[in-house]
């Protein structure tokens, strides 16, 4: 089963910047979507932002314009300006894999990293 780790997270002050970083023990190869979730204390789980396969990108209207989403060969990024205390949270990683024609598409989820802006 493919593994997916998240780093990059920690504290920064209002108006600074982070990147964090997803990788899958299996390499990005076969990826169909990756996607970064967050999630506050008591809150849901809420989409940050979506890149497909085509380079389509998506993102929550609250990070437009100061998150940006991307990829190399075998990393998914989040670059993180301009942050807000709003922005504190558990971000996870997920990506949505398809290892072979015959194959659904599977996601695996990141244990998470603490994002913590302070005022």
């Known amino acids: 089963q493919a593994q997916v780790v998240e780093s990059g997270g920690g504290l920064v002050q209002a108006g600074g910047s982070l990147r964090l970083s997803c990788t899958n023990s299996?390499?990005?190869?076969?990826?169909?979507?990756a996607a970064w979730y967050r999630q506050a204390p008591g809150t849901e789980r809420d989409l940050v932002a979506r890149?497909?396969?085509?380079?389509t990108t998506n993102y929550a209207d609250s990070v437009k314009g100061r998150f940006a989403i991307s990829r190399d060969q075998r990393t998914v990024y989040l670059q993180m300006n301009s942050l807000k205390s709003e922005d504190t949270a558990v971000y996870y990683c997920?990506?949505?894999?398809?290892?072979?024609?015959?194959?659904?598409?599977?996601?695996?989820w990141g244990q998470g990293t603490q994002v913590t802006v302070s005022a």
């Open positions: 299996r390499g990005l190869r076969s990826l169909v979507t």
């Open positions: 997920a990506l949505d894999v398809k290892p072979s024609i015959e194959a659904p598409i599977s996601r695996y």
């Open positions: 890149l497909a396969s085509d380079g």
